[in-house]
């Protein structure tokens, strides 16, 4: 998730992204500085497997380079400057630490988008120097494999082992990850200003999915294989604010803008599965919307300072009893009502409500959340704009309240933890948060995207070769 306001600033801290990769093993941060990599295997200590200082002409490692055999060269022709050496602390994830030396403040990038693919070594980046430019790269070798420009800038970028995916306002282009070339541009696209859009991460069922328009709810859902359309769900009546498929491909979680419903549809059938209701009071902002990993949670976090987590189970239909109460009598008068109640005042009675919440240290900070399983037990993870990575239990059987296990800052400050805030500072609203749009050259009006730099002549920078990486990845080509 993009933390960075349109002057590119993000207030106090030095995040201007954070997003968790696509088994929710690791977390990468884009900052003012560079960007890094933390494992998220243990609770106690946040192990930061990754870390650029300086991004350079390149991708930021030592050994950074360009090839002159594409017709159209996207790199700097600078010199690079000379670099502190790599240094290897295990065979796993490993501790890589790049800090380019001979380079003035203003040629830093901030990295504005940072996505890690699974656990390997390839990654994408976007900075805010250069909106318009993807470059792809090996970090842990320090190599730039290739990269594009387009002709605006760039909002998103989503992959899984089949497909990279790049998000404009107005368009969506599908790469094939195993040589980065363009196979399908989807133009004219409603405006998507915030790039809103998801990948599905299973190579089963790959399928895409974005706004099918900007006034109302609807979901459009691609299929990347077979580069064509699968589906146009009509999720909300108002437009869409968050997107997030399951791990299988077969769900796909929907939110608008009013941020008060959230809705489960089968993919690519589109049918309406589960339908859960975050609040009734106020409207909010929804920031992020996230499965677990068996698809039996989904969690919801907004600009409030709550996250609702659902559970994902269909009702067992039970023998009818009489009610022996007045709450229960009450109840099944109520149920019998809703025949003859309007449609908004019976679907009330039908929604699902939250199996567990969490109460955020914070409110009107944009925020990501990812549902993961860490040393054997439940976990909500939260990071946050305010440089801050929060860790819950959850109680896989009783649900509840969560509790915060640990926090972890993010972007290497030492300030002190945030504080609890005072009940009635939680109303504050979202303050919109979106990069600056800056205006970059060397685009083809005709294809829209530039770039593959090096691919025709050295494709083995795009094979990952570390044995021990998982999941693996194949990038050879025929």
């Known amino acids: 998730m993009n933390l960075a306001s349109q002057s590119g600033d993000a ?12 088994d929710n093993t690791s977390l990468a941060v884009g900052t003012k500085s560079g960007y890094k990599f933390f494992s998220l295997s243990s609770v106690d200590k946040l192990e930061q497997i990754y870390e650029c200082n300086r991004v350079g002409p390149c991708c930021g490692g030592p050994r950074c380079r360009s090839s002159s055999a594409s017709p159209v060269s996207l790199h700097s022709q600078a010199q690079i400057p000379s670099v502190l050496p790599m240094t290897d602390a295990d065979d796993g994830d490993r501790l890589h630490t790049v800090e380019l030396k001979q380079r003035s403040t203003a040629d830093t990038e901030d990295v504005c988008i940072v996505e890690r693919l699974f656990s390997s070594s390839l990654v994408a980046i976007v900075s805010l120097k250069a909106p318009r430019k993807l470059k792809v790269c090996h970090f842990k070798k320090g190599t730039e494999i290739c990269n594009y420009s387009y002709s605006n800038t760039i909002l998103a970028v989503k992959l899984n082992r089949q497909r990279l995916i790049v998000c ?3 368009s969506l282009y599908i790469h094939n990850i195993r040589d980065m070339k363009v196979l399908h541009t989807i133009r004219e696209t409603p405006p998507n200003p915030s790039g809103l859009c998801a990948l599905s991460i299973s190579n ?19 299929d990347t294989v077979n580069l064509r359309a699968a589906n146009m769900i009509p999720a909300h009546d108002s437009p869409l604010a968050a997107l997030a498929f399951d791990a299988t491909g077969t769900k796909l979680a929907t939110a608008s803008e009013k941020g008060t419903v959230i809705r489960v549809f089968s993919i690519p059938e589109g049918q309406k599965l589960f339908e859960f209701r975050r609040g009734v009071k106020r409207c909010v902002s ?23 987590i659902f559970k994902l189970e269909t009702q067992k239909e039970k023998p009818a009893e009489e009610p ?7 109840g099944k008068v109520l149920m019998a ?3 003859y109640l309007p449609s908004q005042v019976t679907e009330m009675f039908t929604q699902g409500r939250a199996f567990a919440t969490v109460r955020l240290p914070f409110c009107g900070h944009k925020n990501i959340c990812a549902l993961a399983v860490i040393q054997k037990i439940p976990r ?4 946050a704009a305010d440089g801050y990575l929060y860790m819950y239990n959850l109680d896989p059987q009783e649900g509840g309240e969560c509790t915060l296990t640990k926090q972890h800052r993010l972007d290497g400050s030492t300030e002190p933890p945030n504080e609890i805030l005072e009940q009635g500072s939680h109303d504050r609203p979202l303050v919109a948060q979106t990069y600056s749009a800056a205006v970059s050259k060397g685009y083809c009006e005709e294809q829209g995207a ?15 070769e570390e044995d021990n990486e998982q999941p693996p990845l194949i990038l050879e080509t025929e």
Not at 214 to 219: D, K, L, P, Y
Not at 380 to 383: D, I, K, P, T
Not at 450 to 464: A, E, K, T
């Open 11 to 22: 207030g106090g801290s030095q995040l201007l992204f954070a997003n968790f990769n696509q």
């Open 168 to 170: 404009l306002e107005e």
């Open 204 to 222: 089963d069922n790959c399928y895409l999915a974005y706004p099918g328009s900007a006034t109302i709810g609807e979901v459009q859902v691609f």
């Open 286 to 308: 929804i920031c992020s919307l996230a499965f677990s990993m068996d698809s039996l949670y989904l969690s919801a976090s907004s600009n409030t300072e709550t996250v609702h």
């Open 324 to 330: 022996t109460t007045w709450g229960g009598y009450l």
């Open 337 to 339: 009502s809703t025949t």
């Open 380 to 383: 909500l993870l939260v990071a």
């Open 450 to 464: 530039v770039g593959g730099v090096g691919l025709d002549d050295d494709l083995s920078d795009l094979r990952l």
